[in-house]
């Protein structure tokens, strides 16, 4: 079945360090990926999305690149700010309408001024 | 910009109570989900909901569940006889469909506490 593995957290960072958090998938067919983030007592809010191979999707400085070579749909940010504290989910979708999401375990992002 | 609502935001109910998390998906979409989150675990599929019909479901989701869109606008999940387990966050989800995209519009969330 499809799955979604991330990096094991928490992960601290200073204010505009660089920022990763892998994550890899397992999935037959050519899935859609997603990064949503949750803050402190709020849902989950879509950050970014890419629905084919090679596809980059991108917001709020935050950006990630489908690999299907890798199987990998990594985040990344060029320089934190403290207000990026949150919990980050990677998920995914089969390529029909309707699917369900898939969510990954999530990885807290805590960023110090 | 259009948003989805979930009501109550929290909801305290003893073990063996029926309850009722309603949620109010955005107008345009044509599908519907129920996820929930156990505290410090990894958000969960539930059910997804399309044409006044369930279109998917997970093995969470047994006998003790169902759900409804009783007007056209809500879409509630309804838990028959709530166990000490239910207790977690739950988030109602809807989406546009193809062509407009497959991603998912989550609400707030409603927490169940069962005690």
């Known amino acids: 079945g499809n799955s979604v593995t991330q990096m094991e957290g928490p992960v601290t960072l200073s204010e505009e360090a660089f920022l990763t958090i892998n994550c890899t998938y397992t999935a037959t067919g050519y899935p859609s990926l997603f990064w949503y983030v949750q803050y402190p007592g709020e849902g989950l809010q879509l950050l970014l999305k890419a629905t084919k191979a090679d596809d980059k999707g991108s917001n709020k400085g935050f950006e990630a690149t489908y690999r299907k070579e890798t199987t990998s749909f990594h985040l990344e940010k060029g320089s934190v700010q403290v207000s990026d504290s949150a919990v980050y989910f990677c998920?995914?979708?089969?390529?029909?309408?309707?699917?369900?999401?898939?969510f990954g375990e999530g990885t807290q992002l805590t960023v110090n001024p | 910009e259009p948003e989805v609502t979930q009501t109550p935001s929290h909801q305290v109910t003893q073990m063996g109570q029926e309850v009722i998390l309603r949620c109010v998906p955005i107008s345009n979409h044509l599908y519907f989900y129920w996820y929930r989150q156990i505290l410090g675990q990894k958000v969960e599929f539930l059910v997804s909901?399309?044409?006044?019909?369930?279109?998917?479901k997970s093995e969470i989701f047994d006998d003790q569940f169902s759900v409804e869109r009783p007007d056209g606008s809500n879409f509630t999940l309804k838990i028959r006889s709530t166990k000490l387990e239910d207790s977690a966050m739950y988030f109602c989800?809807?989406?546009?469909?193809?062509?407009?995209?497959?991603?998912?519009?989550f609400g707030p969330g409603t927490r169940l506490t069962v005690t």
């Open positions: 998920a995914l979708s089969r390529e029909t309408s309707g699917s369900r999401l898939t």
């Open positions: 909901f399309y044409n006044n019909e369930i279109s998917e």
């Open positions: 989800a809807s989406s546009p469909g193809h062509p407009l995209g497959y991603e998912q519009y």
